[in-house]
């Protein structure tokens, strides 16, 4: 069988469905979200990840503090866990969260941050819109 390739109102069907789920994504972080976040000792923490006005930095707020990570400086959102990737960086504990809902940013300068997701199609609906938003922001 040969591959059928999409059509023209196909195409646009599916571009108009990817500019709607960005745009709920983008309003969504900019309002905040709550995010499970793995820490290095293999337990996770609750913290609200939002995007700045300006849509160049995702800031996570946890009890008295926040935690700025500008998004140029993310080089890659990879799924699974840290330890679980092929990295310099291990976790102190092997973590019992399973690594398909588990999104880490590499970050640079070697750091991570591992988000924690309830499922894999959650985890791959951030992982998906967060990197689009990390390639427009490149283009400003």
Partial sequence: KGVVLPTTGDQEE?????????????RALLG???????LDDGRTRLAEARLDS????LVL?????QHPVALRCIEA????????????????NNSTFPSD???????QGGQFLTFVFESA????????????IILASDRH
């Fill in 77 to 92: 959102v990879a799924a699974g866990e840290a330890n679980s990737l092929d990295h310099a960086h291990r976790h102190a």
């Fill in 61 to 65: 707020h946890v009890p008295h503090a």
């Fill in 54 to 57: 300006e849509l160049s930095h």
């Fill in 101 to 107: 809902c588990c999104a880490t940013l590499i970050i």
């Fill in 32 to 38: 905040g979200v709550s995010v499970n976040v793995l």
């Fill in 14 to 26: 599916q571009r108009k469905c990817l500019q709607s789920c960005l745009r709920l994504f983008t």
């Fill in 121 to 132: 199609r959650s985890r791959e609906y951030f992982e998906m819109c967060l990197k689009v």
